[in-house]
C-alpha cells in the first residue's frame, strides 16, 4: 500500500512540474524573443527568429538609449506609477483598518460598496471619465491619470488589506490601549510595521498595473509632455515600422524596470499573497517584546528621566518614609485626610 501511495506522489508531483514547466515556458517566451530579437538585425529575424544572435547587434539598444523621448516617458511613467501606488496604500490601508478593527451601523454595507466597484472594468466607464476630467480641466495633465488610476485600484486593496488585518489578534490592541496608545498610534506604530508582506503585495499590484495602464493615458494624454512609455512603444513602432529589431529592443527596456522591480519584491508578494492561509499564526509570533518595543519611545516616563515606564506611577514623596508593613498587616486602603492620593504623570514627548 506504501508503494502506491508513493507512486501516486510521484505521479502528482511529476504532473505538477510539467505543468509549471509548460506556464513558465509560456510567460518567458515572448520575453526572451524581444531580449533577443533587439540583437539581432531584420534578416535575422526573418531566418532565424528564435535562434541566439549571430553576429549580435547592440546598435539597437544604443539607439533606444540615446533617445531624449525613451527617458522623458520613462521618467513620467516612473512618477505616475509611485503616486498612484502611494494614494492608493495609504487610502487603501485608512480605509481597511475603519473596516476590519472598528464597529458602526453599515460597515457591511459600506464595504460592499467599495467591493462594487471590481464589477465596473474601466472601459466601462472612459466616455464618463473623459467628460469629468475636461471639465475640472485636467486632460494632459499627471493628475487625471493618477487619481482615476487610484480610485479602480482602492477596490481590490480594500479587500486584501482588510482580509489581513481582521487577523491581527485582538491580545495585540488591547496591550497597546494599555500601554497608551490609541486608534491611530496602534495603526500606525503597531498594525503597518507588521503588515508589511501585504503591504508590499499591494504596492507590486498597484505599481505593475498603473506601469501598464495603456488606455487612460490614451484618453487622457494627447500631447507629448506626459507621455508614458506605453504610449512611447506604439508610437516608436509607428515611426521604425520597418525596423523590427530596434521596436523590440524598445519593448525590452520598457518592460525592464517593471520586471526589476518584481524580481526584488517576489518574496514579500508571495508571503503577502499566501498570509490568508496561516490564519494570524505568522501575526501572533509578533507579539510580545517585538509589538511593545515599538511603544517604548511614546511611553510615559518618569518626572526628570526621561525613562520609560509601562503605566502610571506615583511621584516619590518627599516627606519621612513610613515603615514597611508586615504581611500580617491590614493594609491602608486611604491615606490621611481621606480622599484618593493625588497621582501625577509626566508623558514623553512623541
Known amino acids: 500500500m506504501s508503494v502506491d501511495t508513493g507512486r501516486a506522489r510521484l505521479l502528482r508531483n511529476t504532473g505538477f512540474y510539467i505543468a509549471a514547466f509548460l506556464a513558465t515556458g509560456f510567460v518567458a ?6 531580449l533577443l530579437g533587439g540583437f539581432k538585425d531584420n534578416q535575422q529575424l526573418r531566418e532565424n527568429a528564435l535562434g541566439l544572435p549571430n553576429p549580435w547587434h547592440v546598435e539597437h539598444y544604443v539607439d533606444v538609449l540615446a533617445n531624449a523621448t525613451f527617458w522623458r516617458q520613462l521618467g513620467n511613467s516612473v512618477f505616475i506609477a509611485l503616486a498612484t501606488t502611494f494614494i492608493v496604500v495609504a487610502a487603501a490601508a485608512a480605509v481597511a483598518y ?31 471619465l473623459f467628460i469629468i476630467l475636461r471639465t475640472f480641466e485636467m486632460l494632459n495633465s499627471p493628475l487625471g491619470v493618477i487619481l482615476p488610476q ?44 507588521m503588515s508589511r508582506p501585504v503591504i508590499a503585495t499591494v504596492s507590486v499590484l498597484a505599481l505593475v498595473g498603473s506601469w501598464n495602464s ?22 516608436f513602432q509607428g515611426e521604425y515600422s520597418t525596423e523590427t529589431a530596434k521596436v523590440l529592443a524598445f519593448v525590452m527596456l520598457a518592460m525592464l524596470p517593471a520586471l526589476i522591480f518584481y524580481a526584488f519584491a517576489e518574496r514579500h508578494l508571495i508571503s503577502g499573497l499566501t498570509s ?4 494570524g499564526l505568522a501575526v ?54 481621606g480622599g484618593p492620593r493625588r497621582e501625577r504623570v509626566h508623558f514623553a514627548t512623541c
Open 214 to 235: 495603456y488606455l487612460l493615458p490614451l484618453v487622457v494624454l494627447s500631447k507629448p509632455t506626459w507621455q508614458t512609455l506605453p504610449l512611447g512603444v506604439t508610437q
Open 284 to 337: 501572533r509570533r509578533q507579539t510580545g517584546p517585538e509589538v511593545m518595543g515599538r511603544l517604548r519611545a511614546c511611553r510615559p516616563s518618569r518626572p526628570g528621566t526621561g525613562s520609560p515606564v509601562g503605566l502610571p506611577r506615583r511621584e516619590p514623596s518627599s516627606g519621612p518614609r513610613r515603615p514597611k508593613r508586615h504581611a500580617t498587616q491590614t493594609p491602608h486602603r486611604t491615606r490621611r485626610g
Open 29 to 34: 517566451t515572448p520575453i526572451l524573443f524581444a
Open 98 to 128: 475603519v473596516f476590519a478593527r472598528f464597529q458602526f451601523k453599515g460597515r457591511e454595507g459600506l464595504f460592499t460598496l467599495f467591493a462594487a466597484g471590481m464589477m465596473f472594468p474601466f472601459a466601462v466607464a472612459v466616455l464618463p
Open 276 to 279: 490568508g492561509g496561516t490564519k
Open 150 to 193: 487610484a480610485a479602480f485600484g482602492l477596490p481590490l486593496t480594500i479587500i486584501i488589506l482588510r482580509s489581513f488585518f481582521r487577523q491581527i489578534p485582538g491580545e495585540v490592541e488591547e496591550a497597546a490601549t494599555i500601554d497608551g496608545a490609541g486608534p491611530w498610534r496602534f495603526f500606525i506604530q503597531i498594525l503597518l510595521p
